[in-house]
Structures are given as structure tokens and as C-alpha cells.
Nanobody, 122 residues
């Protein structure tokens, strides 16, 4: 499955953005979709994921970010509220079938979108 991420941008602290991950095929709904981010000089880190049954979030975004799927549009969305300057990064979506213990591991995702830049100014 091919993925394309979009919807990043520049926003002030406290604002919101809603990146989206669009897939090329309908089987997308059967995959786990993970959202990750990578800031300059840092490793790619887990933001959250949605399986076929539930969602998972890193503690740093819990209560502020929400992942949802639109099966009709083959998309997975990342609603980001109350953004902070430390949320600034390139955000990537990945699709795969990781076991639960590996859901936070980027290497567990087989397919990746190209990334979308999110910049939060203070």
C-alpha cells in the first residue's frame, strides 16, 4: 500500500492541525496505522497508532492528539490540538501489521508516507 501524508503547516502554540494519511488501496483499513515524528537531529519517535480495534498514544500527546480513520476515503487522520513548540517535527504515517509489543517501533511498519512538516511557534 502506498501512503501520502498531508496537512502539516505552521501554527502558533495552542493551535491545531490535522495531518492526514491517504492510502492507495482499500485494504488500508485492515492495517495498523502508526503516526511518528522526527525532529532535526533526533530519532523517529512514536506518536500514536490505530489498529482495527483501538488507538494508542504516547504519553506526550495523550489528551491532545486523536487518531481516527475514514474507511470510505482510505485515510487516517491525526487531529492535533493544544500544540506546543516541542511538537515541531516532520510527521510520518506508516502502515503495517505489528504485534502489540512492537507498535511503537518504526521498523514494524512496512509502508511509509513522505512526511509532512509541522511547525509550532511560541
Amino acid at each position: 500500500v502506498q501512503l501520502q501524508a498531508s496537512g502539516g503547516g505552521l501554527v502558533q502554540a495552542g493551535g491545531s492541525l490535522r495531518p492526514s494519511c491517504a492510502a492507495s488501496e482499500g485494504t488500508f483499513s485492515t492495517y495498523t496505522v502508526g503516526w511518528f515524528r522526527q525532529a532535526p537531529g533526533k530519532e523517529r519517535e512514536f506518536v500514536g497508532a490505530v489498529t482495527t480495534t483501538r488507538t494508542y498514544y504516547d504519553d506526550s500527546v495523550k489528551g491532545r492528539f486523536t487518531i481516527s480513520r475514514d474507511k470510505a476515503k482510505n485515510t487516517a487522520n491525526l487531529q492535533m490540538n493544544s500544540l506546543k513548540p516541542e511538537d515541531t517535527a516532520v510527521y510520518y504515517c506508516g502502515a503495517g501489521r505489528p504485534i502489540l509489543s512492537a507498535i511503537r517501533n518504526p521498523s514494524a511498519y512496512r509502508n511509509w508516507g513522505q512526511g509532512t512538516q509541522v511547525t509550532v511557534s511560541s
